[in-house]
């Protein structure tokens, strides 16, 4: 069938029916196939996008692109000055900020509550002892701000409190879970931290679509490290900001290499994430691509209209056409390469719209979902592995109904008998 | 040359049978003209489209050049087709998208002739029927007469052992038909065979041989 004069010859008749045929015909198939690829790519693109930018603000704002934090078993990580002098020591590292984790809670209204009896209006929260510059330098964490102001260095007895720790940012209430009333910046709130108390006053609120920043309470490192009588500077978890380009594998290797996963995890951004999260992207992905399916469906049954049509309504001349020698082959190929053509380009304007504008602009203007900001994902790789579905999709359902009408009588076909 | 012993066709429709061709004898040699005629339903296009391949008979043999051409498969039938035969349909049967030189390549592409070559001899034969100036045109831009004339350009540019004509003439005017019947003449005189199906006396006089059909038996068949 594939022999090259049936293929010179399919092209010979695909070209000339493609010149000739309507503009607003041709222009309208392509727009059903643009309008089909953007489904297969953008659906599932976005249903992924919508873990990924959680999974990137969990990067950017909080472990970055590697995070070393302590072992299972143990509190914090051993001997965190020589780590950090590794750290600060490797070339691909571009900064890095290590913070002292304890949980504690936090304690508002208890000026005003009248008796004992009376429930104290208390939060949980993991506290961070942080260095305000290097964590800024490293997860831009200010940006979250949303009352008050960032710490600076010296800040002594000054909070930031992450907005689910404030009811007017927690509109939703679940079991054990409290939120703090009638707080704002400038307001004490009394904190206990290992059986210390310490009355603070709110300096700021951070609200972002990343848990840890959320739902924790940030101060000095100096301050928790006094309160929790850390006195050896050991660490809970050291986020490292790499040089752009580099692998985060090869760094967590090297580090590995110098024996720090002796006494800690270390974790590329990708190695800490949950195994949830994994599951989700997976699922997500299937959910895409059965959705994606659907649309695959449309696009033939749309190339199999439109190509049946073509065929019936020109039945006479593909009648002509056999009646005066032309290989059946090559007329079938000429509907094969005609579908081709509204494949490729649907397909073509398809990955300008969505590489040339789709990806970047929604990359700089994600959508603003509840728990992420939704970008869209789509690989080049998976890109064109649904391309070549598109393809071998529309090839099938432009040849079936071509080979239809092909097969029909020959004098039948030219006197247009049924 | 072609050999036609004992025709039959008949078509079912239902639980009726029509014989339309009801036991064809008839042989051409190489080089003649001949014009098949009689009365509408009388079997003549019929009788062409099996000769030429086109349809299959009920029953009976073709030969052309002692070659049993109904043995042949459905692709050995085409491509005997693309080089043994030519045709000229009543209504021209061009393709609509192509131009008048590329209707007349697309035999000679098929016979895998580079296309350059191709283009080059559709040229020449559509200057042979008269329409030099006209290669570029679509069939739409043609008069009936012009575009029947492509229609024979094509038929004739890979140079077929045998030319079949189905009333090449019935839906043009006289002059046009003139000029067709002219080229036919013309084509006859260089020694092409050509079997033609015509219901216009004036215009069978052009053949060297007549012969006359009904009710689906050859009743007559004389020289001119």
Known sequence: MFSSLNIRMGLFLARRQIRRSSLWTTILIIFVMFFTFLNLVVVSGILVGLLQGAINAVRTHYTSDVIISSLNNKTYIENSPEIISIVKSLPQVENMTARYMEGGTVEANYKTRTNDKEKPNIAAASFYGINPVAENTVTDISKFIVEGEYLVPGDYDKILLGAYLDKKYMDFDYPGFTALENIKPGVKVRMTLNGVEREVTIKGILKAKVDQISMGVFMIDSQLRSIIDRNDYNVDEISIKLKPGTDPAVVRDILKRNGVDKVAKVQTYIDAQPKFIKDMIATFSLLGNMLSSIGLVVASITIFIVIFINAITRRKFIGILKGIGINESAIEISYILQSFFYALCGSVVGLIVLYGFLEPWMTAHPIDFSFSDGILVAPIGGTMLRIGLLMVTTIIAGFIPARLVVRKNTLDSILGRN | ?224
Do not use: C, W
């Not at chain 2, 036609?4 to 049978?17: A, H, P």
């Not at chain 2, 042979?128 to 290669?135: A, D, Q």
């Not at chain 2, 890979?158 to 839906?171: G, M, Q, S, W």
């Open chain 2, 1 to 224: 040359m072609i050999e036609v012993k004992n025709l039959k066709k008949s078509f079912q429709d239902g639980e009726k049978t029509t014989e339309v061709l009801k036991g064809i004898d008839f042989l051409a040699k190489s080089g003649e003209f001949v014009a098949i005629m009689g009365r509408s339903g009388a079997g003549k296009s019929t009788l062409l489209y099996q000769m030429s391949l086109l349809d299959e008979p009920t029953s009976g043999d073709i030969k052309i050049d002692e070659k049993d051409v109904l043995a042949l498969s459905t692709a050995e039938r085409t491509s005997f087709r693309l080089s043994q035969l030519g045709y000229v349909f009543q209504d021209y049967a061009l393709l609509p998208e192509m131009t008048a030189l590329e209707n007349v390549a697309i035999p000679l592409l098929m016979q895998n002739l580079p296309e350059k070559k191709a283009y080059a001899k559709a040229a020449e034969h559509l200057t042979l029927v008269g329409l030099g100036e006209r290669l570029n045109n679509l069939p739409s831009q043609l008069s009936g007469g012009e575009q029947q004339r492509v229609s024979i350009a094509r038929a004739i540019a890979h140079e077929p052992k045998i030319l079949f004509a189905d009333e090449p003439t019935a839906n043009l005017d006289n002059e046009s038909s003139r000029i067709v019947m002219d080229i036919f003449k013309k084509l006859h005189s260089e020694g092409q065979t050509i079997i033609m199906v015509t219901h216009e006396v004036e215009y069978s006089k052009f053949a060297e041989r007549i012969i006359h059909l009904d009710n689906g038996q050859i009743t007559s068949d004389e020289r001119v």
